[in-house]
């Protein structure tokens, strides 16, 4: 009797660690052939590979299917992408086209600020790898193409004239394209009047409630979202004039936020468009960098509630805004592939650690019935 109980207590030690993987393996996504996806052939042996690397760091948020449902999901604000969808926030390319490959490896590799989104440190073959596997979640990309990338121009200021640039940014903000229908506003009323006067020749009279808190906004991900107030949260996409100026002229897919681009001229004119665009890309970082400096912020914020009061001018925002680093990610340190890969190791060892002591804690309850 005794020896037939130790057998079967061997069976479970090292037939539950196997049954696990076996269901893992039976879970997985394994090709055995190539796909053609976004208009280009992807090999096996390649999205075997981005198989692998997905269920190594992607699948805990992301979940097994793609669905943005990962055991670690539950919680997260905003949730982990759903690729099922085949839409993406973040991209180069036109608003409802599909994003590029530069455009998904570069979210994953520098990750989402202010989100469980992180900057992923692997290969630039595991990395491609990954891209291509995302794809296989969503039919769209067995059907469609991705789209090009909508064309940028040289910044027009540059920090010797940042002052000029953050004035007129200002303009544009409350004048032309209104952004605090859905963001905060950062001026009075009578300056938002003069200035949409100055911007479209029709003054604005009135504006909504509460103008210096954000709309809640609807989107196409299944939930709401909150449009950031420039001097608190984070920009998700990168906060150098750069990466403002871009995320202007793409705008943010699947959301409220439109495309900026050539639609911030009174007459149409492309050229006047494109410097106010990047105007107001100087005048949201001088916002951002408020953030960072809370004394600053907290004297703005008092001035101008005295203003709107009427009760003293208006806040000014002062000093150069110098874009260092235009090509680089600010506060983004990727994750190497080492580091994450032992938590993902620390993970998986214990969880079957704690299968193998309850399985002994069983046996001994066992015997001591025996």
Request: hydrophobic share 30%; glycine share 10%; with cysteine.
């Amino acid at each position: 009797m005794k020896l037939a109980r130790t057998k079967k207590n061997v069976l479970l030690l090292t037939g539950i660690p196997v049954l696990l993987f076996g269901i893992t393996a039976c879970l997985s996504n394994t090709f055995d052939g190539p796909e053609k996806l976004g208009g280009v052939w992807v090999s096996a042996s390649k999205l075997n590979q981005g198989h692998d690397t997905y269920m190594n760091y992607c699948m805990q948020c992301h979940g097994v299917n793609g669905d943005g449902r990962g055991p670690a999901s539950p919680g997260m604000n905003p949730p982990p992408r759903n690729f099922k969808q085949g839409i993406v926030k973040f991209q180069s390319t036109n608003l409802g086209e599909l994003p590029t490959d530069k455009d998904l490896a570069h979210t994953i590799r520098y990750g989402l600020r202010g989100t469980h989104m992180l900057p992923w440190d692997i290969s630039d073959e595991r990395l491609d790898a990954v891209v291509q596997y995302i794809k296989t979640f969503s039919p769209v990309w067995k059907k469609g193409l991705p789209g090009t990338p909508v064309e940028t121009s040289p910044d027009p200021f540059g920090p010797a004239k940042s002052k000029e640039a953050v004035a007129l940014g200002r303009k544009v903000y409350h004048g032309m394209a209104q952004c605090y229908t859905c963001h905060p506003s950062y001026a009075t009323l009578s300056e938002i009047k003069d200035y949409s006067q100055e911007m479209t020749g029709n003054a604005t009279e009135s504006i909504r409630e509460n103008p210096h808190l954000s709309v809640l906004q609807d989107s196409s991900y299944g939930h709401k979202f909150m449009p950031p107030d420039f001097t608190k949260n984070y920009i998700k996409s990168g906060d150098r004039i750069s990466n403002i100026y871009e995320r202007l002229g793409v705008g943010v897919n699947g959301t409220t936020m439109p495309s900026w681009k050539g639609g911030l001229s009174g007459t149409g004119d492309a050229n006047e468009s494109e410097l106010r665009q990047w105007a107001l890309a100087y005048y949201v970082r001088a916002l951002v960098d408020l953030k960072y400096k809370p004394e600053t912020r907290k004297k703005f914020f008092e001035e101008l509630g005295a203003a709107r009061s009427g009760n003293g001018p208006s806040p000014q925002l002062e000093g150069m805004v110098v874009d260092e680093q235009p090509n680089a990610e600010p506060d983004q340190r990727p994750l190497t592939a080492s580091s994450s890969g032992r938590t993902g190791f620390i993970y998986i060892g214990t969880l079957v650690l704690a299968l193998i002591l309850g399985t002994i804690v069983q046996t001994k309850g066992w015997r001591k019935r025996e």
